[in-house]
């Protein structure tokens, strides 16, 4: 007996599998109409693109708001403070050795010294012990390559603060308060008398690339009669030690 005899008597007759034929059909072409309406509109879509990527290029703001500076400015200019290419100063001199001991043995007679100093900020404060009062005050703030990507524009962040405080600043009376040159980038010297206390403080506050220092002298509210000369050489005697912490500075 065949198999499919043998097959038939258990299951029952069963057709042979055929195999399986899909009709194939081709896509379907569009019709004539649609076809050239979305070519006209994919080619004004690919045009408008095209103009709209040219027009952003031309008149992309630069990063004051403005136009493009490249665009406007020669290529070849030398770079602004804020430039990473102008040499910084990489580290602070000792906080009480900035300013010469001459013009602290002049400034505050038989001083006694208090300091303090980390990597980004020193302080020195040189007290008199006799009985005419006077103060003299060195503060330097360094703003880091280590610890910031834009030390000269931090510096100068913190200098612009300084500034609009001095217009502002509580428990002081403010006597002058003007812009100096001939120390540092960029200086200011500010003539005050403490509210409340007989005394008076001629202040430098300069910057130099990506450091700020602050020099301070005091002494006794002079009499009136000598108000402006012993505002001239206060601020003088600030204004010398000023120097020298710059020169200091520049040494680092």
């Known amino acids: 007996m065949t198999r499919w005899g043998s097959e038939e008597r258990d299951v029952g007759l069963q057709r042979p599998v055929e195999p399986f034929h ?15 309406r979305r070519l006209v509109a994919l080619a004004v879509a690919a045009a408008a693109f095209a103009a709209a990527a040219v027009a952003v290029f031309l008149v992309a703001p630069g ?38 001991e001459g013009t602290v043995a002049k400034a505050v007679p038989k001083a006694t010294k208090r300091q303090s100093a980390n990597s ?80 008076v403080v001629g202040q430098v506050t300069a910057r130099v690339r990506n450091a700020v220092f602050t020099v301070s002298y005091s002494e006794q509210a002079p009499a009136r009669a000598r108000g402006a000369e012993r505002e001239r050489a206060i601020l003088a005697t600030a204004t010398a030690a000023a120097r020298e912490v710059l020169s200091a500075l520049n040494d680092f």
């Open 120 to 199: 980004t900020l020193i302080t020195c404060t040189y007290s008199s012990t006799g009985s005419a009062f006077r103060w003299l005050r060195v503060e330097a703030r360094l703003y880091a390559p280590a610890y910031t990507a834009t030390p000269v524009r931090d510096a100068e962040s913190y200098y612009d603060a300084q500034w609009a405080q001095a217009h502002d600043a509580p428990l002081v009376r403010t006597i002058a308060l003007e812009r100096a040159g001939g120390v540092g980038d960029e200086a200011y010297r500010w003539f005050k008398a403490d509210e409340g206390q007989p005394t």
């Open 22 to 36: 899909r009709p194939y059909a081709g896509p379907e072409p569009p019709s004539p109409g649609r076809r050239p």
């Open 63 to 100: 990063r004051g708001g403005g136009a493009d500076r490249a665009s406007v400015e020669p290529r070849h200019t030398a770079p602004r403070a804020s430039e990473p290419a102008q040499r910084i100063v990489t580290a602070l001199p000792p906080p009480c050795g900035t300013v010469s």
